[in-house]
Structures are given as structure tokens and as C-alpha cells.
T-cell receptor, first 114, second 116 residues
Framework: GESVGLHLPTLSVQEGDNSIINCAYS??????FIWYKQESGKGPQFIID?????DKRQGQRVTVLLNKTVKHLSLQIAATQPGDSAVYFC?????????????FGKGTKLSVIP | DTAVSQTPKYLVTQMGNDKSIKCEQN?????MYWYKQDSKKFLKIMFS???????INETVPNRFSPKSPDKAHLNLHINSLELGDSAVYFC???????????????FGEGSRLTVL
């Protein structure tokens, strides 16, 4: 079965507010996690990644938090903008034999209300 | 310049036909992938090639056959198409195949396959 899932399939946020997208994973052996953004009609686009030896990583307006104790991952978007409207996926890496085998979660659709 | 390009973008065909989707990347990456995205947006890996060599082959019907003529190209050929093959197929590439580098995958725009 899937080892990566999301708590909320849809999320509506007012423009300017902060967004938090959550993800749960079940494979304790996963050591690498990535967030992707997929806009309508396009392919997924890398946002930010984090390795299991970290619990927080910041990018431009985005922060990823990793809680290995409860196997939880979150993506925080500061000052959400209309351009942030998209489907967001978390993905985990179940590495083995030196290859990336990303397993994607179901996705959360973020809608930004102007 | 498009980093990962795949053609065609849309493909409508009848059951039983054979079709191919082509993918090319100009990023100089060694590893390429095919992913399938179903109607519920679920993304699942199908194949992965590193330097023209197959390294991941998930449980997909053997009607699906990837072919990598060189490390910049990974084509997907599908025989005897079925209704359930309707999906968006994404090609992707990465610089690293699973070591300590970034696992960032660069995706193409997708090829929407509709089987009637």
C-alpha cells in the first residue's frame, strides 16, 4: 500500500495568509522528502527538499518541517499568493540499490482566495 | 529552451492500438523516469533508466516497454492499449540516480493519453 498520504485533500486560503499543507508517511526507512507543486496542465515542479537528519529547512517563502517521531511532514507557505494555487505533493524516497524511488502522496489542492 | 520535452502532448486512440510517447531532456542528466498520473492526480513511478540502463521497473503490464536509445532520450511504447491506460504520462529526469545529491526530478509537461 501507499506509505505517503495527506490529511487534507483541499485547502482554501485567503491571499496574504499563511498556508500549511500536511503529509504523513509510514516508512521509517525513508530518508529523503520532497515537496512538489503542480499547476494545472503542467508537470510537477520541485519546491523544497529535506533529509532525515534535519527537522526544518527554509526556502523563499516556504518552510518544510519534518517530525520523524510521528512521521509527519509539512509545507508552510508564507503570505500565500494567487500564483500559489496548485496541487501540492509530498514525496518520500525509499532508497535502495542507489536509485531514487520517489513515492508520491495523493496531493492537496491549494486554492487562494483573492 | 524546454528542459524535459515530451511528445505528443495529447493522444486519443482506440483500444487495441499501439502508441508511443517520446521524451528528450537537454539537462545532461543521467537518469530518466516515466510516471503515470491517474484521474485522481495520483503519481506513480513506472520506469527509471540510468545511462540507458533500466534500474527501476515497477509492476506495470509488459505491454509497456520503455526504450532509451541514449541517455538524453527515454521513449515509452504501449501495445494493445486498454481503457485503463488512459492517464497523463510524465517523463522526468534527475542529475543523480540515488546517491547523496539532490533527488530533484525535472518533469515534462505530460502527455495525456485517452483510450476510447
Amino acid at each position: 500500500g501507499e506509505s505517503v498520504g495527506l490529511h487534507l485533500p483541499t485547502l482554501s486560503v485567503q491571499e496574504g495568509d499563511n498556508s500549511i499543507i500536511n503529509c504523513a508517511y509510514s516508512n521509517s526507512a525513508s530518508d529523503y522528502f520532497i515537496w512538489y507543486k503542480q499547476e494545472s496542465g503542467k508537470g510537477p515542479q520541485f519546491i523544497i527538499d529535506i533529509r532525515s537528519n534535519m527537522d526544518k529547512r527554509q526556502g523563499q517563502r516556504v518552510t518544510v518541517l519534518l517530525n520523524k517521531t510521528v512521521k509527519h511532514l509539512s509545507l508552510q507557505i508564507a503570505a500565500t499568493q494567487p500564483g500559489d494555487s496548485a496541487v501540492y505533493f509530498c514525496a518520500e524516497n525509499r532508497s535502495g540499490a542507489g536509485s531514487y524511488q520517489l513515492t508520491f502522496g495523493k496531493g492537496t489542492k491549494l486554492s487562494v482566495i483573492p | 529552451d524546454t528542459a524535459v520535452s515530451q511528445t505528443p502532448k495529447y493522444l486519443v486512440t482506440q483500444m487495441g492500438n499501439d502508441k508511443s510517447i517520446k521524451c528528450e531532456q537537454n539537462l545532461g542528466h543521467d537518469t530518466m523516469y516515466w510516471y503515470k498520473q491517474d484521474s485522481k492526480k495520483f503519481l506513480k513511478i513506472m520506469f527509471s533508466y540510468n545511462n540507458k540502463e533500466l534500474i527501476i521497473n515497477e509492476t506495470v503490464p509488459n505491454r509497456f516497454s520503455p526504450k532509451s536509445p541514449d541517455k538524453a532520450h527515454l521513449n515509452l511504447h504501449i501495445n494493445s492499449l486498454e481503457l485503463g491506460d488512459s492517464a497523463v504520462y510524465f517523463c522526468a529526469s534527475s542529475q543523480d540516480s540515488g546517491g547523496t545529491g539532490t533527488g530533484e526530478l525535472f518533469f515534462g509537461e505530460g502527455s495525456r493519453l485517452t483510450v476510447l
